[in-house]
């Protein structure tokens, strides 16, 4: 079975510059996660998808962070205009259903960001 | 937001000793979760804890979920080089919330 799989690996831009990282669930999941790690620190969550519906968006910075999933599968998440701050890995998770305590969250390696 | 807080920070063994890292936290929990993360990867589920007072083993690993439901701990016996890694405990407050606090990790390094 295939993993998560997410592009690029590494991104470096400049502060103010825009990007954009991209994931592909294991196929079949209904949800999906976005999570930002600082160096030094655990994951955080961003965004939540069901399906192709925001579950939780609490702790997105709306102001630059934009996230979609138009059709239930892969899913991109923007930032645009990028801070300093925003240098981290952001990770893509994804689980078959609207997770219980009962269902495993399977992590993509990740994107690793540098803002300079 | 809230992040729980692990201890230690960084620990360094010799290949063989045993390992004991413990999680806390200032809110209760119902599901305790430890994971491991490689370098250049995402976090990995090793075990997994749904009730106060449980042990929980994975092969040289256990796990348990402390009483008060703030803490949880994660013992390795024996340890291998292939133990090095970053391990993360997180909890989840509500079932069916699925929103996980992660900690804020402890580093295992094994001296040669």
């Known amino acids: 079975e295939a993993g998560v799989a997410q592009s690029p690996r590494y991104k470096i831009i400049e502060k103010r510059q825009s990007v954009a990282f991209w994931c592909n669930p294991i196929?079949?999941?209904?949800?999906l996660y976005w999570y930002q790690q600082i160096l030094g620190q655990g994951p955080k969550l961003l965004i939540q998808?069901?399906?192709?519906?925001?579950?939780?968006d609490s702790q997105l910075p709306k102001d630059r962070f934009s996230a979609e999933r138009l059709k239930g599968v892969d899913s991109t998440l923007k930032i645009q205009p990028a801070k300093l701050e925003d240098s981290a890995v952001y990770l893509c998770?994804?689980?078959?259903?609207?997770?219980?305590?009962?269902?495993?969250?399977?992590f993509g390696s990740g994107t690793q960001l540098s803002v300079l | 937001g809230q992040q729980l807080n692990q201890s230690p920070q960084s620990m360094f063994i010799q290949e063989g000793e045993d390992v004991s890292m413990n999680c806390t936290s200032s809110?209760?929990?119902?599901?305790w979760l430890w994971y491991k993360q490689d370098p250049g990867e995402g976090p990995v589920l090793l075990i997994a804890?749904?009730?106060?007072?449980e042990l929980t083993s994975n092969g040289r690993l256990t796990a348990q979920f402390g009483i008060t439901r703030k803490d949880s701990f994660l013992n390795i016996s024996a340890s291998i080089p292939s133990d090095v890694g970053i391990y993360f405990c997180?909890?989840?407050?509500?079932?069916?919330?699925?929103?996980?606090?992660f900690g804020t990790g402890t580093r295992l390094t094994i001296i040669p």
């Open positions: 998770a994804s689980s078959p259903r609207r997770r219980s305590a009962n269902e495993k969250l399977f």
């Open positions: 196929s079949g999941h209904a949800t």
């Open positions: 998808f069901q399906n192709n519906g925001v579950v939780d």
């Open positions: 809110s209760i929990f119902n599901t």
């Open positions: 804890l749904y009730k106060a007072g």
């Open positions: 997180a909890g989840e407050s509500n079932f069916g919330n699925e929103k996980l606090t």
